[in-house]
């Protein structure tokens, strides 16, 4: 563990406590191995005058919802010092009242809820308090000879037992420091918990906190054997989809599930203890809201998915009925992470962000977990103290609060063709902001580019190569773990070819775009979408198809084509549950389709100006690609759950069709 002290930068923030807080706290947060999202806190005490002009002691702690990585001065909540500190003479106080009591003592009721470990900070000693969950520390904790070790590793510290986050704790420690002069003290080591480091500069408390855990860092090193195992790892795609499946469905919603088959990962899940030592518990019982206590174990043998995934359901309702008091509202049964035997580690979440969180700290754990292994034995605490924390009352508060809306595609994964410009990015968009992972495709190289700051991926690929389509559907499981809708949207528009002058080229080239590669695109899809979440087929078709135009026959038979595709789709896949709808658009000239000139030849034919050609519909108005994106969006949706084989136009209105 080294320091990150620079003194140049530090000189910016002299006379400033609060900047120089945010400062050293940001340090902190660049390791990982320190703490991670979220965890963690610091506080600085200061003077300051209060509205009326009179001195108050202010005690700036983090807030719930930052994070020590990236945190800025609004991120911490000042705090009345005095009656903080008066808290912990209390005899008790229940955690849900700490929480309010100290919003209370705010000084701006506009900043954020102060942490539940206000109350230490409060009345630990020192002007900056800086609080980690260390990995090496608490692995050295979670060890059978974990007190010894520490004891022997920190005589300058005063060390304490394991106990519950919240007043209690806050009680502890004000027991066992009153009277005691900490003015020799390096610092606090709480068991199964973390460090606290703390000191009237900014510097001295920080590196206190490094040279501490460089301590343990060190004894690990000295004494864990080698590198980590790795293995090879070749999951199967259909496998994950099944996985991912069970998972949703115990959850009640659809998950997103990230595969971790990293050489390390896979090493992991290789090792023939893997189920003994993946299955005995967290690093800290904090990450059980993430997390859940221990993973879901996925055999590696074909087909054995969701029996897994209701085992593990049915231990977790066995460990709520053994742990649960009444009022306590179980969780729900569902994994948030699995040990895949031989493939890697899963994390199931809403979103991929939520997956990479959860992936971070699985990586932190399996190394901890094997490090600990290697040090004589892996011990978590029991599962009494992670129950707890997991249905901690300040948890269940923010459970009985509710999550809010959520996005009507959460949790799903779309894939997009044609997706960098036009209908296909506007329906990336749509379907992203609905909550959706989303992967477009596009046979330009900057479709990545352009569909990022959407908030999609994007991944190069020729529709029309099957092969290459195929893969891209197998990285995007391979990546969000399945795929539940899928958008075929691209195509090529070449006018002004009446049947007499009628090039070969054009037609072979608007049948293979348009038709041949969405049916090779549709079939390579099915066996995933089969294990989909609400799985749906959106077809992109044109108003041409009821109602075609002269000049553009190969156009006009590629997208009937399409339509007699979609609708034999939907009466093929109905039984397996997907539904295949089709939108019928026109008017639409914000794509790639429409050059100026193709506009230009367009309303030439129809005697018009292009003004006149654009609004020649019936409501007299053009349709963006947003607007068929969101028609897009909404037929993926609950709306349309009953609907399959519908034929929608979204054309302004056209006589010929109505
Ligand atoms: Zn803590």
């Known amino acids: 563990m080294k320091s990150r002290w620079n003194e140049a930068e530090a000189k910016q923030f002299a006379g400033d406590p609060l900047a120089m807080r945010v400062y050293t706290s940001r340090l902190l947060g660049a390791d990982e191995d320190l703490v991670m999202h979220g965890g963690g806190n610091t506080s600085v005490k200061t003077r300051e005058t209060d509205f009326f002009g009179d001195p108050v002691g202010v005690l700036h702690i983090k807030g719930s919802g930052w994070d020590l990585k990236t945190i800025e001065k609004p991120g911490f909540a000042p705090l009345r010092l005095e009656p903080t500190r008066r808290l912990a003479t209390l005899d008790t106080l229940t955690d849900l009242d700490m929480a309010r009591l100290l919003r209370s003592f705010l000084l701006d009721p506009g900043a954020p809820s102060p942490s539940v470990e206000a109350i230490l900070h409060a009345i630990i000693p020192g002007a900056f308090v800086d609080h980690t969950h260390a990995d090496s520390v608490v692995t050295l904790s979670n060890n059978p000879r974990g007190e010894r070790l520490l004891a022997d590793l920190y005589p300058d510290c005063l ?39 703390f000191a009237d500069d900014a510097r001295t408390s920080y590196e206190n906190m490094i040279g501490l855990v460089d301590r343990a860092d060190r004894y690990i090193a000295e004494r864990a054997p080698g590198p980590l195992p790795r293995a090879d790892s070749r999951p199967e795609p259909l496998r994950l989809a099944a996985v991912r499946r069970a998972v949703s469905r115990v959850r009640g919603r659809p998950q997103i599930a990230m595969l971790d088959a990293s050489p390390d990962g896979a090493g992991y899940a290789s090792r023939a203890d893997i ?13 059980v809201i993430r997390t859940k206590r221990t993973p879901a174990i996925i055999p590696a043998e074909p087909g054995e998915g969701a029996p897994a995934v209701d085992a593990f359901a049915d231990d977790y309702r066995a460990y709520f009925r053994a742990h649960a008091s009444p009022g306590h509202t179980m969780l729900d049964p569902a994994p948030r992470a699995a040990v895949w035997k031989g493939r890697g580690t899963i994390a199931f979440g809403d979103s991929a962000k939520e997956c990479a969180i ?94 990022r700051a959407h908030g999609a991926a994007g991944i190069a690929c020729d529709v029309t190569d099957a092969g290459a389509v195929r893969r891209a559907i197998e990285q995007t499981v391979l990546t969000y773990g399945g795929l539940d809708i899928i958008v075929c949207n691209a195509g090529i528009f070449r006018s002004g070819e ?11 080239r608007s049948l293979a775009v348009n038709l041949t590669a969405t049916q090779r695109f549709i079939t390579a899809a099915i066996p995933f979408l089969k294990l989909g979440c609400s799985p749906t087929i959106l077809v992109v078709g044109s108003r041409n198809v009821p109602a075609p135009g002269a000049g553009a026959a190969a156009y006009s038979v590629s997208k009937a084509g399409l339509t007699q595709l979609a609708r034999v789709a ?7 549950g997907i539904r295949v709808n089709i939108v019928h658009p026109d008017a639409v000239f914000d794509t790639g389709i429409w050059t100026e000139d193709a506009l230009r030849r367009s309303a030439e034919r129809y005697g018009m100006t292009v003004e006149q050609y654009k609004t020649k519909n019936l409501l007299r108005r053009e349709i963006t690609s947003r607007e068929v994106a969101a028609l897009l969006s909404t037929l993926a949706g609950p709306a349309f759950a009953a609907t399959t084989g519908a034929q929608i136009p979204i054309d302004g209105g056209d006589p010929r069709v109505i």
């Open 570 to 576: 939907a009466l093929e896949l109905a039984e397996s």
């Open 358 to 451: 959860i992936a971070d700290i699985a990586r932190h754990t399996r190394r901890a977990v094997q490090t600990g292994e290697a040090l004589g034995g892996w011990q978590a605490l029991p599962p009494r103290d992670i129950f707890d924390l997991e249905y901690w009352s300040l948890e269940q508060a923010k459970l009985a609060k509710g999550a809010g809306a959520t996005p009507p595609h959460q949790g799903k994964v779309a894939i997009v063709t044609g997706a960098a410009r036009g209908i296909g990015r506007a329906a990336c968009e749509a379907l992203a902001e609905a909550g959706a992972a989303v992967v477009g495709l596009d046979i330009d190289p900057g479709v990545a580019d352009a569909l």
């Open 159 to 197: 060390i304490l037992p394991y106990i519950m986050p919240g007043f209690i704790l806050s009680k502890q420690v004000a027991d066992a420091i009153r009277g005691l002069d900490l003015s020799e003290c390096a610092g606090i080591i709480l068991h199964h918990h973390g460090v606290f480091t």
């Open 275 to 287: 189920e003994a030592i993946a299955s005995r518990g967290p690093i800290t019982p904090d990450h």
């Open 498 to 508: 009446r049947l007499e002058a009628h090039t070969d080229d054009t037609w072979d």
